[in-house]
């Protein structure tokens, strides 16, 4: 039996902005390929036109995913929003793995009594940190960026091909657009 640690409690504060961090199941580097990040990416572009959220940035590494977004509305909660965008990509993997990489399914499958669950992100919430402050927002925005430097994968955050670095830099042709921030949000 693991050790069980305290539930972090996410606050649907009406104007924060939330730093999302969630994993990829049993930390399994499935961002590592191509496909899932652009099933992810679609996600996330279809959920932000159906729950009203600005995405300002995000990062997917190979095993986790960080994603700064803020509620335009009053009615969008956090969980909602994470169930819009993590359920689609986990369909759409397990139908992935059960035509092309059976020898996987064992792997990401949980069973519940006779219910067998197939599971490609880490179950629970992951992480959300509220932001409420400019400088903090900067400062988030540039530890995530780096996620791929400090791993090593890349040299440059802007390298990074699955990240908001290289658009912060001027560069619009990413397959994921995030929302210009407000200059209200911004240290300038």
Known sequence: ??????????????GHAHELTFSC?????????????????????????????????????????????????????ISTLLGAIKEPVGRKAAQFLVRHAPEWLPKVTQYRGDRAERHFWQPGGGYDRNIVEPETLMAM???IH??????GLVERA????W????????NAELP?????????????
């Open 25 to 77: 199941y049993k930390r399994y580097p499935f961002l590592k390929a191509e496909r899932t990040c652009r099933w992810l990416a679609g996600s996330i572009d279809r959920a932000r036109a159906k729950l009203d959220f600005a995405l300002w940035a995000y990062v997917f590494m190979p095993d986790h995913v960080h994603l700064i977004v803020r509620p335009n509305g009053e009615d969008c909660k």
């Open 141 to 143: 925005i540039t530890y």
């Open 146 to 151: 780096l996620n791929p430097v400090r791993k």
């Open 163 to 170: 990240s908001s670095a290289s658009w912060f830099d001027g």
């Open 1 to 14: 039996m693991g050790i069980e640690r305290p539930r972090r409690q996410t606050f649907d504060e009406r």
């Open 176 to 188: 994921l657009i995030p929302d210009p921030i407000p200059p209200e949000w911004t240290d300038a």
């Open 158 to 161: 802007s390298k990074w091909p």
